[in-house]
Structure formats: structure tokens, C-alpha cells
């Protein structure tokens, strides 16, 4: 079994920075395709940034390009997001995602096998 744990979220104002992570254990991390998704009230999961077991293939949500970073670290078991210049609209639930049967991430939702529990992060203007 797979045990995702985020950390991280906040309530901050519009224009600043928060660093989610996400810390892994159970499998073979290194091997599997990590993402981080996101749900805002009322609203479906989407995704947000994927990262290849690789670390070497990484994809955004163009909602959030140039503007968050995503990462992961194999020796710890742990991927990253860092979100600067954040807006009202980014408030949601942000969930990390691990892909056990790909090296590479993809943004659909049932292409991932294991869910962290979720950290809030809220926005204000």
C-alpha cells in the first residue's frame, strides 16, 4: 500500500508564495509518475502539474504555467509544489497523486492509483 501525506497549505493574500509537499511511503516511489491536482468547491479535480518518475518529464495546467513549479526528490520520497504569484482562483483543495503502472504523468484523475488526503489553500484579494 501507498501512503501520500501533504503538507503545506494556507491561508495567504493574493501575489504570495506557498510551498506544498508531498511525502510518500509504502512503494517504490522512484518508479512512479507523481502529479498534483486540485478541487475548488462545487468544482471537479483538475490537474494541476505532473512530474515523471524521472524527474525529466514535467507538465502544466496552463492556468498555472510560469507560475508554479513542481519537483520530486527520490532519495525522500517526496514531490514538491511551489506556487508563487498565487491569485483568488487558485483556492482549492491540492491533492498529490501517485501513478503506480506509468513513469509518466497524464492530468486524468483515474489514471492515478493513490490520493493524499488533501491541504487547503485559500486565497484572499
Known amino acids: 500500500q501507498v501512503q501520500l501525506v501533504e503538507s503545506g497549505g494556507g491561508l495567504v493574500q493574493a501575489g504570495d508564495s506557498l510551498r506544498l509537499s508531498c511525502a510518500a511511503s509504502g512503494r517504490a516511489f522512484y518508479d512512479s509518475a507523481m502529479a498534483w491536482f486540485r478541487q475548488a468547491p462545487g468544482k471537479e479535480r483538475v490537474f494541476v502539474a505532473g512530474?515523471?518518475?524521472?524527474?525529466?518529464?514535467?507538465h502544466y495546467d496552463e492556468a498555472v504555467e510560469g507560475r508554479f513549479t513542481i519537483s520530486r526528490d527520490n532519495v525522500r520520497s517526496t514531490v514538491s509544489l511551489q506556487m508563487n504569484s498565487l491569485r483568488p482562483e487558485d483556492s482549492a483543495i491540492y491533492y498529490c497523486a501517485l501513478r503506480s503502472r506509468s513513469r509518466l504523468p497524464i492530468d486524468r484523475t483515474d489514471e492515478y492509483d493513490y490520493w493524499g488526503q488533501g491541504t487547503p489553500v485559500t486565497v484572499s484579494s
Open positions: 512530474v515523471s518518475a524521472s524527474g525529466r518529464v514535467i
